[in-house]
């Protein structure tokens, strides 16, 4: 949001280039030492996702693989019907993500330019929904899908999402476009657009890049999400990649070595999700810039 | 526009006809249904996994026509949702369920499981679950030990001790028989730096361990009490009192390592297989996976100088009251129950309820399985000690952490788990 409408602050630096290599070291080595303890848990996911259960068991999570083990990777594949759940989750997430951005700009259009009377409560209002713990919400939302006829299916699961998302997408946009320079707006207004043109033609573009944010997160946290697609969706048919990768826990035993190759095979769209998006995200930023 | 009117009024016709067969098909008994839905949460390598894949190939056979429709679920939906899938029209005809007050007790008491009282005497599953498995399958509103028949147990499970015999020989120690040899046999390796027994605080281990010394001083009206809320218990008397001054001067000892506290079974069961455990005290679950992954020699032996041991059926068979086919579901219940299937479990690590022991290869295999059957015939399945109340499972937990890291006295530990109870049983005698 600050990317575009306010210009970044330029701080006067000193001149000389030594002084300022002393600061950026630290700062450096801080970044770095964190990216590596953020890296921690990946490289041991990847470590015994390799691994027999046995040598798991004898050796513990620390060591190395004794021997180059596939045979969990393909077992969560095939136990899973991994294909099946990839497809699920891509849908849900990505209906949900594209969805939620549509009914956030929306709303937030309404509230953060429209001035509505009795906005912040609003805001506040949406915002409580984001904040209620989800084990609130099961029963009730159990219930109206059941009546509605929409227990055990994915569109269930789209639906709450898209509301719950866009509760949290309306709250940023609305402040974001709380700050929306009125003289543009008026601009626009003089020229003779409606208010349909100036969201298409005025708001949006330049809310873009924090619209590319949001569709990357929604898409992001759907996919993570565990407990309401653990409730809603009940048939292998129907469920997503988290609730897949459950089944692996038993009632008083795990195979640690399997749980960590399916969260490695279940990881990966997920990320790849974020590379491909992230370049779109910067030439979203690029573009917000040359306005 | 008529014309249009015409073909609504036909297709709504006969999509009311449609669904009035369906219902008629519904109502006409459902030995008409064609398709059975079953749902467990074994693993497909395990030994219930193994042998009810056998189950259904031999149902398949039987019925041919009737399509089965399995799906393997995750133990942690079924442990959340059991009760809202059954209450909607989504759920299976026939599925796997935890056995205990909390799960099939609760649901049976909400109406969501069907009655299965008059198949059990029909088809003489009653004569062939010894009493103390019957108990897990029976429940009068919702608490067990006796009423209708709701479920059926396919195999049983205890605490027992597993040992690794090259340590036990390295050390010269022999398998103990009394409570008095075992504290013997321990006080040798404490002297030669070997902490004897693998622990976990911080899950169910310690307080089946506490349950089990309990136990060697207890009888079955002691559990009755305890389980079944037939009288109060004193938690400041024997057995309880012996139990937790016991588990105490273990861990004086140095039976049991200290930092056990914040151990998780998963590290308890690890530390066994890589050979630096001499002894742990735990279930027959661990068996299957003990076999398959340890390289050593080890077996086991029951915990020793008790007759009652913890202990019960496995999870249950149960039949959802919405279930569309419901006697195909009370066939296939009757195959898991015929000795093949047993027997298959038997063979693959898994302890069959209606077993002959003579018919398992394997020597460790039967061996597990005798001591299962002495076990279960002389009445000696005393259940797990967090079962009586919702919650408990924590309670004990947190308790014997404070027992294991010596920061809480016996009878500090007592009052503090003496109170949940009291209040639960409380709280269950109400309803």
Redesign the interface.
């Known amino acids: 949001m600050a990317i575009t409408l306010t210009p970044p602050q330029r701080v006067r630096r000193p001149a000389d280039r030594r002084h300022r290599g002393a600061g950026r070291w630290i700062v450096l080595a801080l970044v770095g030492a964190a990216a590596l303890a953020m890296l921690v848990p990946f490289a041991f996911m990847l470590l015994n996702a390799f691994k027999s ?2 040598d ?5 999570p620390l060591s190395w693989p004794s021997e180059f083990y596939t045979t969990g990777l393909r077992t969560y594949w095939e ?1 899973v019907d991994f294909p099946v759940k990839l497809w699920n989750s891509v849908l849900i997430s990505g209906s949900v993500a594209v969805l939620a951005v549509v009914v956030s700009l929306l709303s937030a259009y309404a509230l953060g330019v429209g001035r509505v009377r009795g906005r912040l409560w609003i805001i506040g209002l949406f915002l409580l929904a984001n904040m209620l713990p989800q084990e609130a919400l099961i029963y009730p939302l ?1 219930h109206f899908a ?1 009546e509605a006829g929409l ?2 299916t994915r569109l269930a699961v789209i639906i709450i999402f898209t509301v719950i998302q866009a509760a949290f997408g309306t709250y940023l946009l609305a402040s974001v476009l709380g700050t929306f320079p009125r003289t543009l707006l008026e601009a626009a207004a003089l020229d003779g657009a409606g208010r349909w043109r100036i969201l298409w033609r005025v708001v949006l573009p330049n809310v873009r890049p924090t619209i590319s944010v949001l569709l990357v997160f929604f898409f992001i946290w759907t996919w993570n999400e565990f407990l309401i697609p ?2 809603m969706l ?3 048919q129907t469920q997503t990649v988290p ?2 990768l ?2 692996l ?8 070595p399997t749980t960590n190759a399916g969260a490695l095979i279940s990881l990966l769209p997920a990320i790849l999700f974020f590379l491909i998006f992230q370049r779109t995200l910067s030439r979203g930023i690029t573009a917000g810039a040359d306005k | 526009m008529r014309r249009f009117r015409e073909v609504a009024i036909a297709v709504t016709v006969a999509a009311l006809a449609a669904t009035g067969l369906v219902a008629c098909g519904d109502d006409g008994g459902d030995s008409e249904a064609k398709v059975l839905k079953l749902w467990h949460y074994e693993s497909a390598n395990s030994a219930m996994g193994i042998a009810w894949d056998r189950a259904i190939e031999i149902f398949k056979d039987e019925h041919p026509g009737v399509e089965v429709r399995f799906e393997r679920k995750a133990f942690e939906q079924i442990q959340q949702n059991a009760g809202m899938i059954l209450n909607s029209s989504e759920g299976p005809d026939i599925m796997e369920y935890n056995k205990g007050n909390a799960t099939s007790g609760l649901l049976s008491s909400q109406g969501l499981l069907a009655d299965l009282t008059e198949e059990a005497t029909k088809r003489g599953w009653d004569t062939a679950l010894s009493p103390s498995l019957q108990t897990t399958a029976r429940y009068d509103n919702g608490v067990m030990g006796s009423g209708n028949w709701y479920g059926v147990p396919n195999y049983g499970e205890y605490v027992t001790v597993y040992y690794n015999k090259e340590l036990f020989a390295e050390h010269g120690v022999t398998v103990p028989r009394t409570l008095a040899e075992m504290a013997a046999a321990m006080d040798t390796f404490v002297a030669k730096g070997v902490t004897p027994l693998g622990m976990s605080g911080a899950e169910y281990p310690a307080g089946q361990l506490f349950y089990q010394l309990a136990l060697s001083r207890a009888d079955r009206a002691f559990v009755n009490n305890y389980q079944l809320y037939a009288n109060p218990v004193d938690f400041k008397a024997d057995p309880l009192r012996y139990g937790a001054e016991t588990f105490a001067e273990w861990v004086r000892k140095g039976y049991v390592a200290k930092d056990s506290a914040s151990l998780k079974a998963e590290d308890m069961g690890t530390g066994f297989i890589s050979g630096k455990t001499p002894m742990i005290v735990s279930g027959s679950w661990w068996f299957g996976r003990f076999k398959s992954e340890i390289s050593f020699d080890w077996d086991t032996f029951l915990f020793p100088g008790n007759t009652l041991h913890a202990g019960s059926s496995g999870n249950l068979w149960v039949v959802p009251e919405t279930s569309k086919a419901k006697s195909l579901a009370y066939d296939f219940i009757d195959i898991t129950m015929r000795p093949e299937i047993q027997t298959l479990i038997g063979n693959n690590g898994g302890i069959p309820v209606a077993g002959d022991p003579a018919t398992i290869k394997d020597p460790k295999d039967r061996k597990l399985i005798e001591d299962f059957n002495r076990v279960s015939s002389q009445d000696g399945l005393a259940f797990y000690p967090d079962w009586p109340v919702p919650g408990y499972y924590d309670v004990l937990v947190s308790g014997f952490q404070g027992l294991i890291n010596q920061s809480r006295s016996p009878e500090q530990v007592l009052d503090a788990i003496a109170k949940p109870y009291q209040d639960g049983v409380a709280e269950i005698k109400r309803d």
């Open positions: 259960p046995a798991y068991s004898t050796n513990g136990q159990y059941k227990y055990n653990l409730v009940i048939d292998n609730v897949a459950a089944s826990q038993g009632d008083r035993l795990m195979d640690a």
